[in-house]
């Protein structure tokens, strides 16, 4: 059983930066791959990022490209969404998940059997 939890959402203007963060607690933390979505009001989660078990991996949704990094300490069972140039088409909630482990970088939410609560960002305009 994994156990996840993010935090580091708020309010920030649009082009400023957040850094969001994802503790997941539970064994063999390094074995999953690890995942961004977000979940605008109204609408689906949508795949933002995700980084293999090791790290040395990575993929982004085209919405987020050249602006979101995401890494992983798996020392400290941590993963991070770092955003920059934020846009006001950023808002929603933003959901880490722990993947099945699998030989591709997982980017459907179905692959994902364990979730966070979810964090605010809201960027204004």
């Known amino acids: 059983q994994v156990q996840v939890v993010e935090s580091g959402g708020g309010l920030v203007p649009a082009g400023g930066s957040l850094r969001l963060s994802c503790v997941a607690t539970?064994?063999?933390?390094?074995?999953?791959?690890m995942g961004w979505f977000r979940q605008a009001a109204g609408k689906q989660r949508e795949f933002v990022a995700v980084i293999s078990d090791r790290g040395d991996r990575l993929d982004y949704g085209d919405s987020v490209k050249g602006r979101f990094t995401i890494s992983r300490d798996n020392v400290k069972n941590t993963v991070f969404l770092q955003m920059n140039s934020l846009k006001p088409e950023d808002s929603a909630v933003y959901y880490c998940?722990?993947?099945?482990?699998?030989?591709?970088?997982?980017?459907?939410?179905?692959?994902?059997?364990?979730w966070g609560q979810g964090t605010q960002v809201t960027v204004s305009s």
């Open positions: 998940g722990a993947a099945y482990t699998s030989p591709w970088l997982p980017k459907r939410t179905r692959d994902y059997p364990y």
């Open positions: 539970g064994r063999m933390f390094s074995m999953y791959p």
